[in-house]
């Protein structure tokens, strides 16, 4: 899939402990992954199924449907060319039609402006490129992806604790301070192995009941919407709250002058 890739912003001095640290995960947190692969299957005569069943299946699972979907999906998938092509497409729709969920491009901003804040991203986006592909999915937003001060891309085999610790650890963080964003109960483990303050989506790849009643999340760090989430992050932060957060594009960036 993925091979390791990193982007560090070279500007970026060393951190303190007074600075703030925030890790996004990218497909499910910060970007509508779950129709951007449903319109890429489609492109291939495949079908995932509605969002409901797609975030209570198991990972192995996510992409080869339910009963009914999994033999046609299954006969898709397998081959390498077949694969490549699938990838091929992924990185056509993500780069050019995902989007954002609402909130997530003026809240970025407004994280890349805090002069306080270390921000950034951990992805398994199995696309081509997923920097590049980041890159361009942001700019469509207008979110510049050379503000962020980190872009880190991992294989799906590489545990994200790692790198929650490497990152803060980079930039001397105090881990009372950091605070990691995702949508999946792994997402939760590693920010809490890591010793960072959890935020978790039920908005993307694993429901509110499958988070809270399967694996024993606090409903407290669970948000059921991506404005829910900004909304407690720019709290915790202490940042100014804004009507933009209600949109994802250019019009944010109107409504919050």
């Given at each position: 899939?993925?091979?390791?890739a ?18 996004f ?9 779950f ?6 299957f ?5 079908d ?36 490549k ?22 809240l970025l901003r ?23 592909t980041?890159?361009?999915?942001l700019?469509r ?27 803060r650890t ?20 590693a ?9 978790v ?22 948000a ?17 709250s ?16």
């Amino acid at each position: 899939m993925t091979e390791y890739a990193e982007h560090v912003s070279p500007l970026a001095p060393p951190g303190s402990n007074r600075e703030r640290l925030v890790i996004f995960d990218a497909d499910g947190t910060l970007v509508d992954a779950f129709h951007a692969v449903e319109q890429a299957f489609s492109q291939h005569d495949m079908d995932i199924g509605d969002l409901g069943r797609f975030q209570k299946r198991r990972k192995l699972l996510k992409y080869l449907g339910g009963l009914k979907e999994f033999p046609k999906n299954l006969r898709r998938q397998f081959g390498k060319q077949n694969r490549k092509q699938l990838i091929h497409t992924l990185t056509d729709v993500f780069r050019g039609e995902a989007q954002l969920y609402p909130g997530m491009a003026c809240l970025l901003r407004q994280l890349i402006a805090a002069p306080d804040v270390r921000v950034g991203i951990v992805t398994r986006n199995i696309t081509r490129e997923p920097e590049e592909t980041m890159r361009q999915l942001l700019a469509r937003h207008d979110v510049d992806i050379a503000g962020l001060d980190f872009v880190t891309c991992i294989p799906l085999k590489d545990e994200k604790l790692i790198q929650f610790k490497r990152i803060r650890t980079q930039f001397g963080i105090n881990p009372a301070r950091a605070y990691a964003c995702g949508d999946e109960h792994r997402d939760y483990l590693a920010a809490i192995g890591a010793g960072m303050y959890p935020f978790v989506a039920s908005y993307g790849f694993e429901d509110h009941e499958r988070l809270h009643e399967g694996f024993n999340i606090p409903e407290e760090v669970i948000a059921r919407t991506s404005l829910e989430l900004a909304s407690r992050l720019v709290d915790v932060l202490g940042l100014a709250s804004t009507a933009a957060l209600r949109f994802s594009g250019p019009v944010a960036m109107a409504t919050a002058a």
